[in-house]
């Protein structure tokens, strides 16, 4: 576990405010203090921000459950070391990548996770199923499965940058790349997003 | 480039934008509804901006995470203290289950290395014994008992008292109800040089002894009573969490109190280096003298290392002082003198170095074939470094190349 205080600068051209409310501080200083109540509302508030992300990583769903089951079970073993967290989802975010990443090594899974591009693994995505009620949008099918023509790297930064709402920055540091190139790769895979969606939305 | 000139896909990676997506405030609010009045015709991409980046954000509503949150949760309560602080259960860690098995292997490899020694030394070089060596376990009748690992048999005092039960390699003591006002009894194993041995105590905690080491424990834990083992050499432990009674490993420099966890000590006395390094869980090391002492508390991928009385905490890489439990031998950035005790160790050797110059060279090298002897391994490093050596009998000499 890493003790990780998160500062938040913004990257856009607009002057921008801390997104991470105090309550998340407060919700993390409640936990480090040993209330089990706040430990629960964080695992619940994370728990499938997470899990999605886990299998953007490595698509094998044990695994990733294994390693999101640890990493909680070790955040409670361990709060007294804890330092502050400004962002307890960026903080999740990094050691489950990393633990991910570990154990996948360790189960001869590793794929080559270091750098993107040929990450994309035909077939062993997980089976995603239907979305629910809203599930008749044209668009949002259409965008599952633009989804899946990009690589996994590129996966994983939309994942962190739209369903986790970290910035560029704290992307940058989440997966240890350099910000600019979180910047382009961004950049890239939402044009690739766009170019593949013309097809669906004239 | 300034807002009036982004498209849709600028609008989508821009942080600023998307913060007013998804958390509006009278700042951003009116930051954007000024920039529209005055670029209207922006408004549209915005518009489209924004439906994407909702839709990018939708969680997906599947049963099968659903129940994977409850059923995880579920797990992590009962692992946890969380449940232990409203139930006051008490827990075991489920780790002791895969690495067992997963060591037998190793460990038996290790053991046909042994047969390359010829002569021996007993655990302590000072206690030189002829003949292969031995393990050997010490009752608490003072009687002295031989291990074979080739043996399946009970494990019993004179009086016919049994202790518990060899299987090959690995020792296990039963667990007996003790009572609170007896004495405790304490049994020492010694493992030599070129083997390495198993032993589970009576309250599961499972420990890998690793060559020339030495371990004094009680055949029983008492109820209430503190849970302390005595190490010289070097063993790696799975240890049975048990709040009520906390589990030290008590060596001459240091000691190791643990949490219930899984972690590394080593402490020869011929190498005059102690430490602990901590695969997992929580442990705290503190000196043996300190009276009122306040552990040093270390977290997974630390060492702690006992330096002039004071313990030092460094970030290390785990792999490198477990491997020895798989039977590999793993050295990173290490003293060629260092490199030779463990080898010595390790192949029941006895190695004398007349190039000193080697010593204080460091090497890196993992030697994961567990069938290479001692002399493949020193190749190795003769191609690195060139040096000479003979081997006669369990008698290794290095000499300066010619």
């Known amino acids: 576990m890493e003790d990780i205080v998160w500062n938040n600068s913004m990257s856009g051209t607009g002057k921008p405010r801390e997104h991470h409310t105090d309550s998340d501080a407060e919700l993390w200083a409640a936990f480090l203090s040993g209330s089990a109540t706040a430990f629960e509302t964080i695992y619940s508030q994370n728990f499938e921000s997470l899990y999605y992300y886990g299998l953007k990583l490595v698509p094998d769903v044990a695994l990733v459950e294994d390693c999101i089951q640890e990493l909680f079970i070790l955040l409670w073993d361990k709060k007294e070391r804890l330092g502050k967290a400004k962002s307890i989802r960026g903080y999740l975010y990094t050691v489950l990548r990393r633990n991910i990443f570990e154990e996948a090594r360790k189960r001869g899974k590793m794929l080559s996770l270091v750098d993107g591009g040929e990450r994309q693994l035909a077939g062993e995505t997980p089976p995603e199923e239907p979305m629910g009620q809203e599930e008749g949008e044209e668009l949002s099918k259409a965008l599952d499965m633009v989804m899946k023509t990009l690589s996994l790297k590129q996966q994983e930064l939309l994942h962190l940058k739209y369903h986790g709402q970290m910035n560029n920055r704290e992307i940058a540091r989440i997966t240890k790349m350099p910000y600019s190139q979180v910047c382009y790769h961004l950049k890239t895979a939402i044009e690739q997003l766009y170019g593949n969606l013309k097809r669906f939305r004239p | ?402």
């Not at chain 2, 008490?90 to 190793?106: A, I």
């Open chain 2, 1 to 402: 480039m300034e807002y009036q000139h982004y498209n849709e896909e600028d609008f989508i990676r821009d942080d600023f934008f998307l913060q007013w997506v998804r958390e509006p405030d009278e700042d951003s609010n009116s930051f954007w509804k000024e920039f529209q009045e005055k670029y209207p015709e922006q408004r549209e991409v915005m518009d489209r901006a924004r439906e994407m980046v909702l839709l990018l954000t939708t969680r997906k509503n599947e049963p099968k995470v659903r129940m994977a949150k409850g059923r995880i949760w579920d797990t992590i309560q009962e692992q946890t203290a969380v449940t232990e602080a409203q139930q006051g259960v008490r827990r075991l860690k489920k780790d002791t289950g895969f690495r067992p098995l997963y060591m037998v292997s190793g460990l038996i490899v290790v053991m046909g290395l042994a047969i390359l020694g010829m002569y021996t030394f007993g655990v302590f070089t000072d206690h030189k014994v002829a003949g292969p060596p031995k393990i050997t376990l010490q009752l608490q009748d003072g009687s002295q008992q031989v291990i074979d690992e080739s043996d399946t048999r009970t494990i019993t005092t004179k009086e016919g008292q049994t202790l518990g039960n060899q299987d090959k390699h690995i020792l296990k003591y039963n667990n007996t109800q003790q009572d609170a006002t007896e004495e405790l009894a304490y049994n020492e194993l010694k493992v030599p040089y070129g083997k390495n041995f198993e032993l589970v105590l009576s309250d599961s905690s499972h420990i890998y002894l690793n060559a020339g080491s030495t371990l004094r424990f009680p055949v029983q834990f008492l109820p209430d009573q503190p849970r302390d083992v005595y190490l010289e050499g070097e063993a790696f432990f799975v240890v049975a969490s048990d709040k009520e009674r906390p589990f030290t490993v008590v060596t001459d420099k240091m000691n190791t109190r643990v949490y219930g966890t899984r972690f590394n000590v080593t402490s020869y006395k011929n190498e005059g280096n102690t430490y602990t390094v901590l695969e997992e869980g929580s442990v705290g090391v503190y000196p043996p003298e300190a009276d009122e002492y306040v552990p040093v508390k270390i977290v997974p991928g630390q060492r702690a290392v006992m330096e002039n009385g004071r313990v030092a905490v460094e970030e290390v890489r785990v792999e490198k002082f477990v491997a020895w439990t798989r039977g590999e031998l793993y050295f990173k950035n290490d003293p060629f003198q260092l490199i030779l005790k463990k080898l010595e160790r390790h192949y029941n050797v006895e190695i004398e170095n007349r190039y000193p110059k080697l010593n204080p060279l460091e090497f890196t090298a993992t030697f994961k074939d567990k069938t290479a002897e001692v002399g493949e391994v020193l190749d190795v490093y003769r191609k690195h470094t060139p040096f000479n050596y003979v081997r006669e009998g369990n008698k290794i000499t290095i000499t300066p190349p010619h």
